[in-house]
Nanobody
Framework: QVQLVESGGGVVQAGGSLRLSCTAS????????MGWFRQAPGKEREFVAS????????YYADSVKGRFTISRDTAENTGHLQMNSLKPEDRAVYYC????????????????WGQGTQVTVSS
């Protein structure tokens, strides 16, 4: 089992920045991909970004490309999502997720989830 704990959410004005972190514990040796998803009120959970743990290969949703950056610290078993130029439509609960295979885009591709952290962007 892998346990994930997110931190770093909060309230920020439009145009501002936040950095989310996700610390993994447990059976992290089986880690392959860490992803970030978000869910706004009344909407489905959607893909934001993912990173292959070993190689650092990154994937982004078009809506965040150029504004968000995903990274990882393998020594600390921690992933980060740096969010710049935040917009009101970025408001959501952000979840980190992990799996032990190469798939990375869909909610169903991930086996382990954090509890989520709220990001609120005021206009």
């Amino acid at each position: 089992q892998v346990q994930l704990v997110e931190s770093g959410g909060g309230v920020v004005q439009a145009g501002g920045s936040l950095r989310l972190s996700c610390t993994a514990s447990g059976r992290t040796i089986s880690f392959y991909t860490m992803g970030w998803f978000r869910q706004a009120p009344g909407k489905e959970r959607e893909f934001v970004a993912s990173i292959t743990w070993s190689s650092g290969t990154q994937y982004y949703a078009d809506s965040v490309k150029g504004r968000f950056t995903i990274s990882r610290d393998t020594a600390e078993n921690t992933g980060h999502l740096q969010m710049n130029s935040l917009k009101p439509e970025d408001r959501a609960v952000y979840y980190c997720a992990a799996n032990d295979r190469t798939a990375w885009r869909r909610v169903g591709d991930y086996d382990y989830w954090g509890q989520g952290t709220q990001v609120t962007v005021s206009s």
